[in-house]
């Protein structure tokens, strides 16, 4: 038994260095088989999510193939798929990084029950966030409901630092059966969007630690003044390849504290964002009904529209509202939409449209390729002021004045919306060739008229609000 493989279950974690589970494998000296399942909880994700995660399956593949290892590919139910990939190659164990989305826990605890009762040890692992949901508690003992305290809790805790890759990586004697990836078809949802987003796309371990090192290079000392303006490119990017695991929380943590101590402006800001990635992942696991309802109840009765034609304008990046809609093409172009431009999309499909913040994050959940389900559903719920921790609901961003404030040369508007400029660019263009040909868009047609007056769309939320609160 000291011999036989191990099985390395890959989902969120598609690294080398500082990946705590293929590190204690790698330590036993025995032979590993790395896999990927393509499981129904897999299968379930968006258009742009599951696309993005092939590419980073395939930029994976070949770097485990480098490293002298191969990473074998399986379709079906995971417990299904492992107890028969441990009887093909005699393997004893099942090893995996730990994920805390509501659905994949319950997926992961099945997996784990259904592998010992077979007789097969199976082990996961922390990986996927600085800090377990579970470590960090209050002074009573519960969990942090509000981000400030929770940074506190957290910015001066001590972090072990980040593992190297594995020099060497345990072989099998003979590989088993691998499926292709191409025969997958990830990206068939995307139809003929893959190619516009493609370019946008930064993929892969060594892509993402480049990544990490430009932004220390040429940007963390504007990012704290600079942040919130869309055109200004100061932001790190790191959300995609966090997503898939790419990069470790810790790597970029560790990264973020060096640049700190070393006088860095924007240092300290950084952390906090990397920290509100950490904030949204403890809410799901201790109220994992934040993914899917009101996490304040008294929200519940609150007069939200459900998908409508205003919200389709808004998917469309069609509102009228200039900065709304270069927020909306940008998703279409890039697969990502800053964070100023995601607040300021959010207030007003949930404010200005009174439309239920479910229609957002579920549009949100199908188009991005940095798709997280717990920064998600934390930013929708925080925008729409049901969450915790939420801005106010009279918080009603007001896209003209927002525009003048982050967007005052209006470079980020022109970017991405066409009838906006007399000499469209790359990027404006390639949005109408990204969207859904039923929708019968063109770069030639008349700029639309606002689907609402924003004081008109203020008021009516406020008397909403006042009638939840009457």
């Known amino acids: ?228 303006r869309p055109a200004a490119p100061v932001t790190s990017g790191l959300s995609e390849n966090l997503t898939y695991g790419e990069i470790s929380s810790r790597t970029v943590w560790h990264a973020g504290l060096r640049a700190r101590a070393e006088g860095r402006a924007g240092a300290e800001k950084f952390l906090q964002e990397l920290v509100w990635r950490e904030f949204a992942w403890h809410l799901l696991y201790h109220t994992p009904e934040i993914a899917s309802r009101n996490w304040r109840q008294d929200w519940d009765a609150f007069p939200w529209r459900r998908d409508n034609k205003d919200a389709e304008r808004w998917r469309q990046g069609m509102t009228g509202e200039p900065f709304v809609d270069a927020a909306m093409r940008e998703l279409f172009v890039t697969g990502t939409m800053h964070n100023r431009a995601r607040l300021i999309a959010g207030s007003y499909l949930t404010k200005h449209l009174l439309t239920h913040w479910r229609v957002g994050q579920a549009w949100f959940e199908d188009c991005l390729i940095d798709w997280d389900p717990a920064s998600n559903a934390l930013g929708w719920q925080w925008v729409a002021g049901s969450g915790p921790d939420a801005s106010p609901y009279f918080r009603i961003f007001n896209p003209e004045t927002q525009a003048e404030k982050f967007d005052p040369d209006g470079a980020y508007r022109s970017r991405f919306v066409a009838e906006l400029s007399g000499n469209p660019g790359r990027d404006a263009l390639s949005y109408f060739e990204a969207v859904p040909q039923g929708w019968g868009l063109a770069p030639d047609q008349c700029y639309p008229r606002p689907v609402v007056g924003l004081a008109e769309g203020r008021e009516r939320a406020l008397a909403a609000y006042g009638q939840r609160n009457g």
Request: neutral net charge; hydrophobic residues 45%; aromatic residues 8%.
């Open 1 to 228: 038994m000291a011999e036989a493989p191990l099985i390395l279950w890959f989902r969120r974690d598609l690294r080398l260095a500082d990946n705590p589970m293929l590190a204690e494998a790698a330590a036993t000296g025995r032979p590993l088989i790395p896999v990927f399942i393509l499981d129904p909880e897999t299968e379930a994700l968006g258009a742009a999510p599951k696309w993005r995660l092939g590419l980073g399956i395939e930029a994976f593949a070949a770097a485990l193939e480098r490293a002298g290892s191969r990473l074998i590919l399986r379709r079906g139910p995971a417990l299904e798929v492992l107890v028969a990939l441990a009887g093909e190659t005699g393997a004893s164990g099942v090893h995996w990084s730990r994920l805390c989305e509501p659905s994949w826990r319950k997926r992961d605890e099945g997996v784990k029950a259904g592998l010992r009762q077979a007789g097969i040890d199976a082990e996961s692992h922390a990986g996927h966030t600085i800090f377990e949901p579970w470590e960090v508690e209050t002074g009573q003992g519960g969990f942090y409901r509000v981000y400030t305290p929770f940074w506190k809790a957290v910015k001066d805790r001590p972090v072990a630092a980040a593992l190297s890759a594995p020099k060497t990586l345990g072989v099998a004697g003979s590989w088993p059966r691998s499926e292709k990836l191409a025969d997958w078809d990830l990206g068939r949802a995307m139809n003929r969007g893959a190619a516009v987003v493609v370019p946008h796309a930064v993929v892969g371990e060594a892509a993402a630690s480049d990544r990490l090192a430009r932004f220390l290079d040429e940007a963390i000392d504007r990012y704290k003044d600079e942040r919130d």
